[in-house]
């Protein structure tokens, strides 16, 4: 499968983006999928997953309740939807793709990748 990963821009603290993850492959649906993000200087980190039906959905605590992590498999996409953006949040998202169940939270767990959307958030 192959991930498009788009929606990134600038953004002032307090605003929205949805990040769209965009696959080929007649098999997405069967994937889960990750979205993470990496800042300069720092490691890439989980942001949120979700099952391969939508019906299980896992966040990282400094983004929970404010990230939404869907996905409409009839569109080969999935979605996040970012509200009260922090600059904090400022970081390179990437999606990711993963068929065999494996820790959803760890980056090596996915084995599908896209090329990653700038999101950046001005204070």
């Known amino acids: 499968v192959q991930l498009q990963a788009s929606g990134g821009g600038l953004v002032q603290a307090g605003g929205s983006l949805r990040l769209s993850c965009a696959a080929s492959?007649?098999?997405?649906?069967?994937?889960?999928v990750g979205w993470f993000r990496q800042a300069p200087g720092k490691e890439r980190e989980f942001v949120a997953s979700?099952?391969?039906?939508?019906?299980?959905?896992y966040y990282a605590d400094s983004i929970k309740g404010r990230f939404t992590i869907s996905r409409d498999n009839a569109k080969n996409t999935v979605y996040l939807q970012m509200n009260s953006l922090k600059p904090e949040d400022t970081a390179v998202y990437y999606c990711?793709?993963?068929?065999?169940?494996?820790?959803?939270?760890?980056?090596?767990?996915?084995?599908?990748w896209g090329q990653g959307t700038q999101v950046t958030v001005s204070s």
């Open positions: 492959g007649r098999t997405f649906s069967s994937y889960t």
């Open positions: 990711a793709a993963q068929l065999r169940g494996d820790d959803r939270t760890y980056y090596g767990s996915y084995g599908y």
């Open positions: 979700i099952s391969w039906s939508g019906g299980n959905t």
